[in-house]
């Protein structure tokens, strides 16, 4: 907001400061304009001054007024004792020009008449167009305000354009249209707010497709193991034996704890959009951090009989990570890593200027490039074998795929493995 902010103050300063000087040009201009003609009057004043000089004294007043109808001015002879005038402007009365006073009504020239002692020459000005005045400057201010006003609602055009569009994604996206988003804009004084608003929508539409996908999941896998439970209920409830009635219930029991992962695993990744408030970033080294987290899973590695190991090109790798959900997520795919590889899994730790990257290559068969992205979608498995009575539910990568999106890196599949196998990497930035 505040590029906002700064905007507006410009604009405004700018209207007031542009208008202002064009206005002032134009005041600047009537004042000439004014100036000129008094410097006319000024020049008149002169020459009457200069011929009445030469005028007895008894013959002034007739040439006065003789003047004053050829010239159809308002001209007339006072007594320079009658004017109160201060020291300052007194010597004014003899120069060029004369002397220009004013006043609210009137405004008019003295000048001295030189060999007539306390003779002064009066010259009424004619009257100010007071209402022309008027009028100009309240054009003057009009203008003003009009033009500040078409500049400030031509700043407004932009940011009204871009709430229009806001309030129209937003009326889809509350109609149900989960696709509506706000177009991207080279310029936009609510950038942050367009991309918080995008953002908010990408996360609900994919809390909602996940929640359908979770449903559609959950109400398929739950019918086999419900189906079994009435199928062992009925069976038991038949039987005669009571080793076959145990037989049936250890069957039933079984059935229930799988129902009960089943749940536990679903409820989970359906509620970890609310985890995202807990993720904490501190600095980590994460060469350190990953050999010790494959020392702790090289007893499962050594189970099913595949050698782990753990390589880093630097010595010392910092990232701000919350340790306990890297932990999770690199754990996924190095335990996916060890299901499918034949004999060696390889944790490897490369960074450059801008990512860091952590690869878990395995030696098995690898993944077909078509399925690279789709084994991060919920509730995937590409091994049919892997079934959820062994505990597979498909969650793994997914959880992952949430886990780096997190820490605003990604998970992706490659076919570049150092092993023959598949690669799993993840991204973090610097």
Request: proline share 2%; hydrophobic share 45%.
């Amino acid at each position: 907001m505040r590029r906002f902010y700064f905007s507006i103050i410009a604009v405004v300063l700018g209207a007031i400061f542009i208008i202002g000087w064009g206005v002032d040009l134009l005041v600047s201009e009537s004042a000439t304009d004014h100036q000129d003609e008094i410097s006319i009057y000024g020049q008149n004043i002169d020459g009457f001054s200069a011929h009445l000089s030469k005028v007895s004294v008894e013959q002034l007043p007739e040439a006065v007024a003789q003047l004053s109808q050829d010239f159809n001015l308002s001209l007339s002879l006072v007594d320079e004792n009658s004017v109160a005038l201060p020291s300052s402007l007194i010597n004014q009365l003899s120069q060029q020009g004369g002397l220009y006073l004013a006043s609210e009504q009137d405004s008019y020239l003295y000048k001295r008449i030189e060999g007539h002692d306390s003779a002064l020459l009066h010259l009424q000005l004619p009257a100010l167009e007071e209402h022309s005045s008027f009028n100009i400057d309240l054009m003057l201010t009009i203008l003003l305000y009009i033009g500040v006003s078409i500049i400030i609602v031509l700043w407004t055009l932009p940011l009204t354009r871009r709430l229009h569009l806001l309030s129209n994604a937003s009326a889809k996206f509350g109609e149900g249209d989960l696709s509506a988003r706000m177009p991207q804009a080279r310029f936009s004084y609510i950038q942050q707010l367009e991309d918080s608003f995008n953002a908010m929508a990408d996360r609900i539409e994919t809390l909602l497709m996940d929640n359908k996908v979770l449903a559609r999941s959950l109400s398929h896998d739950i019918r086999t193991p419900v189906a079994c439970l009435r199928f062992g209920i009925e069976a038991a409830m038949s039987a005669d034996d009571v080793a076959k009635k145990d037989k049936y219930l250890s069957r039933m029991d079984s059935e229930v704890t799988r129902m009960e992962e089943m749940t536990n695993a679903f409820l989970e990744y359906a509620g970890m959009e609310r985890q995202l408030g807990s993720v904490r970033l501190q600095s980590l080294d994460l060469v350190n951090w990953l050999d010790t987290l494959c020392n702790d899973l090289s007893d499962l590695a050594n189970q099913q009989q595949v050698n782990l190991i753990f390589k880093s090109e630097e010595a010392v790798v910092l990232c701000d990570v919350d340790s306990q959900w890297l932990y999770r997520a690199v754990q996924n795919l190095i335990s996916n890593g060890i299901d499918y590889a034949n004999q060696q899994v390889v944790c490897l730790l490369t960074c450059d200027d801008n990512s860091i990257y952590i690869d878990i290559d395995d030696d098995g068969q690898g993944i077909a490039p078509n399925q690279h992205q789709a084994i991060f979608d919920p509730f995937v498995r590409l091994d049919s074998e892997r079934s959820r009575e062994s505990g597979h539910f498909g969650l793994g990568l997914a959880i992952t795929a949430k886990i780096m999106d997190w820490h605003h890196g990604a998970v992706s599949a490659r076919s570049d493995s150092s092993l023959s196998g598949a690669r799993l990497r993840l991204q973090l930035p610097v």
